[in-house]
C-alpha cells in the first residue's frame, strides 16, 4: 500500500486582475508518498509558488481538493489550516526569512518559544547540529553568509520535526557551492527526520534528484 501524505485533486486557482479574471494555475492533479521526495520545475510565473501554497495550506483554490497528511485542508478553516502547518509542515525560501536581529540559535528557537515548548533550547541545539551549523549558534542573523542563513532556516523548518517540508527556490539565492550543499542537506533530510521534500526550483538539474519531476508551464502540468 501506498502511503500517500499529499494528494491535489483538479486544482484551479482564478484571480481578479486588471485584465480580468486570471487562471493562474489550471486543474493540477500529483500525489506525495511518504519517504518519496517530488520536484515542480517551470520557468518563472509558471504558478510554481502559488501551487505550493495551496499544497501547503497557506492558501485556498478556487477549485479542487487538498488532503495534507490525511487531512482534506481545503475544507478547513484557517485556524486549523495553521495547526496542522504548526505541527507537521515545515517551510524554507529562496530568501531565508530570518529575523535579522535575533541569533542563529534565538532564530530556531522562536517557533517553539510562541508556541511554549519548555525544551526550545535544546530542540533547537540539536536542529542546529543536524545542519552543521552548532558553531554559529551565538551568530546573529545578519552575520552569517547566504548558505549558513539557509541553513538556520533549514533547521528551524525541522526543529518540530514536519512529516512533509516545502522548499520554494531553496537554492536561488546561492552561489553554486552553497547550493550544492544545501540541496545535499535537504535530500538528507527524509533519512536523518524522516521528512518528505516538496521541492520547487526552475533548477532543472536539482530538480531531477527527484523520482517525481512535476513540470509547470503557463499554470499546467505538461
Ligand atoms: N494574487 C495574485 N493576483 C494576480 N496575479 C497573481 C497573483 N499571484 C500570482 N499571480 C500571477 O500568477 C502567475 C504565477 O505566479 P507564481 O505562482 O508566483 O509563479 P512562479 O512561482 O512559478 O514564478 C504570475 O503570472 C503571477 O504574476
Ligand atoms: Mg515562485
Known sequence: MKNLILEV?????EVNS???LLTIVKDINLT???G???SLVGPS??????????MAGLDLPTFGTVNLLGSEITSLDEDKRAQIRGQDVGFVFQSFHLMPRLTALDNVMLPLEISGDPYSMDKAQEALKKVGLSKRAKHFATQLSGGEKQRVAIA????NKPKILFADEPTGN???KSSDSISDLLFSLNEIIQTTLVLVTHDLFLAEKCKEVYELSEGQIL
Open 45 to 54: 510565473g509558471s504558478g510554481k509558488t502559488t501551487l505550493l501554497a495551496i
Open 36 to 38: 518519496k521526495p517530488i
Open 9 to 13: 485533486k483538479n486544482i484551479t486557482k
Open 174 to 176: 546561492l552561489d553554486k
Open 156 to 159: 528551524r523548518s525541522i526543529v
Open 18 to 20: 486588471p485584465e480580468g
Open 32 to 34: 506525495v508518498e511518504q
